[in-house]
T-cell receptor, first 107, second 120 residues
Framework: DIQMTQSPSTLSTSVGDRVTITCRAS??????LAWYQQKPGKAPKLLIY???SLESGVPSRFSGSGSGTEFTLTISSLQPDDFATYYC?????????FGGGTKVEIK | EVQLVESGGGLVQPGGSLRLSCTAS????????MNWVRQAPGKGLEWVAN????????HYVDSVKGRFTISRDNAKNSLYLQMDSLKTEDTAVYYC?????????????WGQGTLATVSS
């Protein structure tokens, strides 16, 4: 199975900051990568697919990049609604696997 | 509006069984692969199983193979997860989730989840 490793696990930051989260795959997954946002007690929400495509309705401050084994999710200017946990997921091959998550919290 | 509503969670003893259901609306259910994804308390997300449009192809994570069975009834717009030989480590919120119409194996819509607790 492909292992997905996210860093950092926790990010303490402030409104207006630029935030970058990294996701590394244990082998190449081309651009078959998605990013999700999850708030406490809620289901995850799809943000980015195919590494860099923005899901409909997601604010343009979210962007994704990367290919192969290294990927990033960037939030250009953090808003109060963005404090949440973020997960990457590879869909190159089975078993479908997620990163361990990055919690973005208020500094 | 796409809606996925899970039910069937509850408390069960180790070794017991539980059957989860997911009722879909707002889209053509029979056109989409469907999934179960779980999240143990305070932990990350783990994909459990998926099933293709007519139920002829199924995939499972290794940790549930031989114990869990995914199925669907397109006439009832429903997805199921039969969970047998349950272990304490199966305790989690179980989400029903959809693959998009292009059959990419990502999850574009999720239900609100149902909690299955395995404990003596």
């Amino acid at each position: 199975d492909i292992q997905m490793t996210q860093s950092p696990s926790t990010l303490s930051t402030s409104v207006g900051d630029r935030v970058t989260i990294t996701c590394r795959a244990s082998q190449s997954i081309s651009t078959w990568l998605a990013w999700y946002q999850q708030k406490p007690g809620k289901a995850p929400k799809l943000l980015i697919y195919k590494a860099s495509s923005l899901e409909s309705g997601v604010p343009s401050r979210f962007s994704g990049s990367g290919s192969g084994t290294e990927f990033t999710l960037t939030i250009s200017s953090l808003q109060p609604d963005d404090f949440a946990t973020y997960y990457c997921q590879q869909y190159n091959s089975y078993s479908l696997t997620f990163g361990g998550g990055t919690k973005v919290e208020i500094k | 509006e796409v809606q996925l509503v899970e039910s069937g969670g509850g408390l069960v003893q180790p070794g017991g069984s539980l059957r989860l259901s997911c009722t879909a609306s707002g889209f053509i259910f029979s056109s989409h692969w469907m999934n179960w994804v779980r999240q143990a308390p305070g932990k990350g997300l783990e994909w459990v199983a998926n099933i293709n449009q007519d139920g002829s192809v199924k995939h499972y994570v290794d940790s549930v193979k031989g114990r869990f069975t995914i199925s669907r009834d397109n006439a009832k717009n429903s997805l199921y997860l039969q969970m047998d030989s349950l272990k304490t480590e199966d305790t989690a919120v179980y989400y029903c989730a959809r693959h998009p119409g292009d059959q990419s194996a990502l999850f574009d819509y999720w239900g609100q989840g149902t909690l299955a607790t395995v404990s003596s």
